[in-house]
């Protein structure tokens, strides 16, 4: 069932939002080579407890850590580890979501580590430009394919892969709620969203093929064809005649 928020429960979404992004920005602060992921894991976690909130993800279904972190070819759900360090070149993304008085917010971004190629700048920027493409069809009313045609049509004039076997969701009480909301659609097919609705939109885009691979750690995701991935997320309210981002 999908749910429509009440003005103070989206006041307390805001706050869950304000923590989120906060955190990304400090992660973006801290993500230049010789870092290990289990260290920038660490930073987090530390500040969504200052805070006074929790991290969504840590043991979410298991999950180990509190930040999705996947570098390049890995397209979400990358886990921390003290052994790995990230690298000059390389793009990275931070997945977070922290929950404070019973409300989560969620968002990514993906961001350069030192100097990145031509090739992964414009990737990150279409990405990023993608989210945006969406948000300006959003509205009370508005069907769901019509969010997914934004996306994918903006990808796709650029010749990128859009990943269809992951999709963004609805959120409050819980992470991942109804309606799932899915980067790729038909204009005028799909559910109506409300105002008072609340959902995370997030483009993950392919430099090549759409197709990914589920690694053997029952988390990671990669690009079938190993090409670099990015990643970008809010979690946004409907309004009546637009959208309100949480998480910026």
């Known amino acids: 069932m999908i749910s429509v928020k009440t003005k103070e429960q989206l006041e307390l979404m805001r706050r869950a939002g304000a923590i989120t992004r906060d955190t990304l920005r400090l992660l973006e602060d801290k993500a230049r080579a010789g870092v290990s992921t289990a260290e920038l894991d660490k930073a987090a976690y530390e500040y969504i407890l200052k805070c006074g909130a929790k ?19 890995e397209v979400v759900h990358g886990i921390p580890s003290k052994k790995r360090f990230l690298e000059d070149g390389q793009i990275v993304s931070f997945d977070v979501g922290a929950f404070k008085n019973g409300y989560h917010g969620d968002a990514a971004r993906t961001v350069a580590v030192g100097k990145i190629s031509p090739e992964k700048q414009k990737l990150v920027e279409v990405t990023r430009q993608c989210f945006f493409e969406a948000l300006k069809v959003l509205k009370d009313g508005v069907r769901l394919g019509d969010i997914g045609w934004a996306i994918c049509s903006h990808a ?19 992470m991942h709620e109804d309606p ?37 750690d029952g988390w990671t995701v990669k690009t079938k064809d190993r090409l670099p991935s990015a990643h970008y997320e809010n979690t946004v309210a409907v309004t009546a005649d637009g959208a309100e981002i949480l998480t910026v």
């Open 55 to 73: 991290p969504s993800f840590l043991n979410y279904h298991g999950y180990p850590a509190s930040v999705c972190i996947s570098i390049d070819e």
């Open 156 to 174: 796709r004039s650029f010749g990128y892969g859009v990943v269809e076997d992951l999709v963004g969701h609805g959120i409050g009480r819980e």
């Open 180 to 216: 799932n909301v899915p980067n790729f659609g038909v204009r005028g097919r799909g559910i109506r969203l409300a105002a008072g609705m609340t959902i995370a939109i997030e483009p993950m885009i392919n430099m090549g093929t759409s197709a990914v691979d589920f690694c053997e």
